[in-house]
T-cell receptor
Framework: AQRVTQPEKLLSVFKGAPVELKCNYS??????LFWYVQYSRQRLQLLLR??SRESIKGFTADLNKGETSFHLKKPFAQEEDSAMYYC???????????FGSGTRLQVQP | GAVVSQHPSWVICKSGTSVKIECRSL??????MFWYRQFPKQSLMLMAT?????????EQGVEKDKFLINHASLTLSTLTVTSAHPEDSSFYIC??????????FGAGTRLSVL
């Protein structure tokens, strides 16, 4: 069965510092990977997906099939980046998402 | 962007009663909607996939007679928690699959069963 692992429950950095939120997955097929973000008192929303290969709000994520990872990175964290971040996987041919446990990013001034 | 409305946002009910939660895609049609459950400080767990015009597909361990799902139109799916008990207290979240395969999420429903 597929599995998504986010090893850090909390990541605290200072404003301007680089950020890397880790995500590893286990799945034998070709998955589609996503990062979702949930800001305080807001609903879950899509941040980015690996097939788009785009940068959203300064965040990027590269799918590394060899390491089965999809880490989320941003070179300079901003206070408004503070939120809960979930990595999610969709199996090929299946539409449902499997979520990781989430990482709370705290950007301090 | 696409909006998914979930109602109610919070419901308190007595043990043994049934509760219905609605999930609506406001500005797009969704043939597929999903229902998730989230326990405190835990991740979202998929409960079932709701397909318009057909039966829902439930994940292993989810009782289909307990959690009734109806997806009668392209913009509405409902989850009914039947004969609710305190252990059913949780945060329930729906999502709707839009164009490009992106899932748009509702704001969630907090269910408290007394």
């Amino acid at each position: 069965a597929q599995r998504v692992t986010q090893p850090e429950k909390l990541l605290s950095v200072f404003k301007g510092a680089p950020v890397e939120l880790k995500c590893n997955y286990s799945y034998s097929g070709s998955p589609e990977l996503f990062w979702y973000v949930q800001y305080s008192r807001q609903r879950l929303q899509l941040l980015l997906r690996h097939i788009s290969r785009e940068s959203i709000k300064g965040f990027t994520a590269d799918l590394n099939k060899g390491e089965t990872s999809f880490h989320l990175k941003k070179p300079f964290a901003q206070e408004e980046d503070s939120a809960m971040y979930y990595c999610a996987l969709s199996e090929s041919g299946r539409r449902a998402l499997t979520f990781g446990s989430g990482t709370r990013l705290q950007v301090q001034p | 962007g696409a909006v998914v409305s979930q109602h109610p946002s919070w419901v308190i009910c007595k043990s043994g009663t049934s509760v219905k939660i609605e999930c609506r895609s406001l500005d797009f049609q969704a043939t597929t909607m999903f229902w998730y459950r989230q326990f405190p400080k835990q991740s979202l767990m998929l409960m079932a996939t709701s397909n318009e015009g057909s039966k829902a597909t439930y994940e292993q361990g989810v009782e289909k007679d307990k959690f009734l799902i109806n997806h009668a139109s392209l913009t509405l799916s409902t989850l009914t928690v039947t004969s609710a008990h305190p252990e059913d207290s949780s945060f329930y979240i729906c999502s709707a699959r839009g164009t490009g395969g992106i899932q748009y999420f509702g704001a969630g429903t907090r269910l408290s069963v007394l």
